[in-house]
C-alpha cells in the first residue's frame, strides 16, 4: 500500500508539473498578445493590472491542477488497474467516463 501512495504521488506530481508549466506560458503569452508587454512584477503596474494578472495566473493554475489530477488517475487507473490510494468508486465516474471517450476516439 505504501508503495501504491509513493507511486500515485510521482505520477501526480509529473502530472501536475508538466500542466502547469504548459498553463503558465499559455497565460504568460495571452498576456503578451493582450496588453502587449510582460506581465506585472513587483511595483512595475498599478493595482488593476496586478489584480487582472492575479485572477488570470490563479485561474490558469486551478484549471492546471484539476486538469493534471484528472488525467494522472486516468494514467493511473489504465496503467496499474485500480483506483489511485485514496478514491473511492464514486469520485472516479468523471475519469471513467474520461477513458471512455478517449477509447471512442483512437
Known amino acids: 500500500m505504501v508503495g501504491a501512495k509513493i507511486g500515485w504521488?510521482?505520477?501526480l506530481a509529473a502530472f501536475t508539473i508538466v500542466v502547469g508549466l504548459v498553463a503558465?506560458?499559455?497565460v504568460t503569452?495571452?498576456?503578451k498578445l493582450g496588453s502587449g508587454g510582460k506581465?506585472?512584477?513587483g511595483n512595475q503596474a498599478g493595482y488593476a493590472e496586478v489584480v487582472t494578472w492575479a485572477v488570470a495566473s490563479g485561474g490558469a493554475a486551478a484549471a492546471a491542477k484539476l486538469f493534471?489530477?484528472?488525467?494522472?488517475a486516468?494514467?493511473?487507473l489504465k496503467s496499474?488497474?485500480?483506483l489511485p490510494p485514496g478514491y473511492d468508486k464514486d469520485s472516479v465516474r468523471d475519469i471513467e467516463k474520461g477513458m471512455?471517450?478517449?477509447?471512442?476516439k483512437a
Open 9 to 11: 504521488k510521482l505520477v
Open 24 to 26: 503558465n506560458k499559455a
Open 29 to 31: 503569452t495571452a498576456w
Open 39 to 41: 506581465p506585472p512584477k
Open 68 to 72: 493534471a489530477e484528472r488525467r494522472a
Open 74 to 76: 486516468q494514467y493511473y
Open 80 to 82: 496499474t488497474g485500480h
Open 100 to 104: 471512455e471517450k478517449s477509447v471512442e
